[in-house]
């Protein structure tokens, strides 16, 4: 079955630092990688999308890589901003169309 | 926009009540998923459907059933509440097949059970 990983479970960074959250999964035979904010006592908005066939995906501030092979995924953020403050959760289908699989997140803050 | 709504943010009941949780899309979405999420277990998947009328259990079934009877509604039930049923409950829809399998969430509802 799939299991997902992220490291670290929680972050804390400077205003105007680049960084990256990582995600990995065991199973590699995965359709697609879903990125998604969470913040406090809210639902999940989804970031990104990467299908299995692409490398990365970007938006604004935010690049999502996709190494298949070594079962990874990063999340980079540029030039992190207090907005950017929230959980961070990757995802991952168990196999083919099936429910999505999800990591516990990565928790960030953003100093001021 | 997708839109995910769910019936209430905040509900409390107490120990042996007959729960709903109402969850509506609007974007004509098939597949239909409802989670739990606790500190320190992630979110875990209880049911979903991939159509009306249809429903497969998820990891944690127990103590849960749900109802699809139209497309866009998907109704969680907690038949007999409990207080290890205290939690943030997510419902999430999709298009269907693997391909464009992106999931819209809704903004939970925090139930609590006393």
């Known amino acids: 079955k799939q299991e997902v990983t992220q490291i670290p479970a929680a972050l804390s960074v400077p205003e105007g630092e680049n960084l990256v959250l990582n995600c990995s999964f065991t199973d590699s035979a995965i359709y697609n990688l879903q990125w998604f904010r969470q913040d406090p006592g809210k639902g999940l908005t989804s970031l990104l999308l990467i299908q299995s066939s692409q490398r990365e995906q970007t938006s604004g501030r935010l690049n999502a890589s996709l190494d298949k092979s070594s079962g990874r995924s990063t999340l980079y953020i540029a030039a992190s901003q207090p907005g950017d403050s929230a959980t961070y959760l990757c995802?991952?289908?168990?196999?083919?169309?099936?429910?999505?699989?999800f990591g516990k997140g990565t928790r960030l803050s953003v100093i001021a | 926009d997708v839109k995910v709504t769910q019936s209430s943010r905040y509900l409390v009941k107490r120990t042996g009540e007959k729960v709903f949780l109402e969850c509506v899309q609007d974007m004509d979405h098939e597949n239909m998923f409802w989670y739990r999420q606790d500190p320190g277990l992630g979110l875990r998947l209880i049911y979903f459907?991939?159509?009306?009328?249809?429903?497969e259990k998820g990891d944690i079934p127990e103590g849960y059933s749900v109802s699809r009877e139209k497309k866009e509604r998907f109704s969680l039930i907690l038949e007999s509440a409990s207080t290890n049923q205290t939690s943030m409950y997510l419902c999430?829809?999709?298009?269907?097949?693997?391909?464009?399998?992106?999931?819209?969430f809704g903004p939970g509802t925090r139930l609590t059970v006393t």
């Open positions: 995802a991952v289908p168990n196999s083919g169309n099936t429910p999505l699989v």
């Open positions: 459907s991939y159509d009306v009328k249809m429903k």
């Open positions: 999430a829809s999709s298009p269907p097949g693997s391909s464009t399998y992106e999931q819209y």
